[in-house]
């Protein structure tokens, strides 16, 4: 089952498909026993835990789930894959340990024409994903126009409050416009450059296990217009 829901002032689409895959149960396999995690950090991620390789298989059949989306419903129109990476993830850091900048929302590129998708393969305990509206600015999309402004105004807020995952009902800086939930083989795409972020109450000591943590794919899929 495919749902539209157009979020915020900007109406942006973020599209949920449940029982995305009729698979989800051999991807937790595939992660606990096959896939090598590191943690995110060690390849210029600034993702708060640890990633791991997934199959192509699996990558491949993201991206042809998704090609025919976008082109019917964030007003590109028929568009071809330029780049597709994937890879599982796993949320292991503790919000007293996190980085100013994973504190807040944040975009995977200010490129109106790259994409993204959370595959989530646990449960509603380890937190859904939310979008946001940076309240400083009104911005709910970053792209190429707006990336200067928002970063200068961002960094100058950093440094306010102390470290936690975003999300929180009491946010001086974002507020939530929308969000979706985990649950066992959804899948949500949206537009790469809208502000999101994980929604995590808390780690669990057995985190880094694929079997008991926070468990996604995720998919960053670049697309051209198609002619």
């Given amino acids: 089952m495919v749902s539209v829901h ?10 949920t498909m449940n029982h995305a895959t009729g698979i989800a149960d051999l991807l937790v396999d595939y992660a606990a026993t096959r896939s090598r995690f590191a943690p995110a950090a060690s390849v210029g991620s600034g993702y708060p835990g640890l990633l791991g390789p997934a199959p192509t298989q699996y990558i ?11 082109a019917e419903h964030f007003g590109t129109g028929p568009v ?3 780049r597709a990476r994937g890879n599982f993830s796993l949320v ?6 996190l980085a100013p900048a994973q504190c807040v929302p944040h975009v995977d590129t200010a490129d109106r024409l790259q994409f993204a998708t959370v595959h989530y393969l646990c ?13 400083a600015t009104g911005f709910e999309t970053v792209d190429s126009s707006r990336i200067a402004p928002y970063q200068d105004r961002r960094d100058a807020e950093l440094t306010e409050g102390p470290p936690r ?3 929180a009902v009491d946010d001086p800086l974002f507020d939530l416009i929308h969000a979706c939930a985990a649950m066992p083989d959804r ?12 929604l995590i109450d808390t780690v669990a000591v057995d985190a880094a296990d694929p079997r008991r943590g926070r468990l996604t794919g995720n998919l960053f899929l670049q697309c051209r217009l198609v002619a």
């Fill in 80 to 82: 071809r894959p330029v």
């Fill in 187 to 198: 899948l949500i795409l949206y537009r790469a450059a809208l502000l999101h972020s994980g």
């Fill in 123 to 135: 449960d509603a305990r380890h937190g859904g994903t939310g979008f946001f509206r940076h309240r």
């Fill in 60 to 70: 491949d059949r993201m991206v042809q789930q998704v090609l025919p989306l976008i």
């Fill in 165 to 167: 995952y975003p999300g």
């Fill in 92 to 97: 292991t850091t503790d919000p007293a340990d």
């Fill in 6 to 15: 157009y979020v915020g002032d900007e109406r942006e689409p973020v599209i």
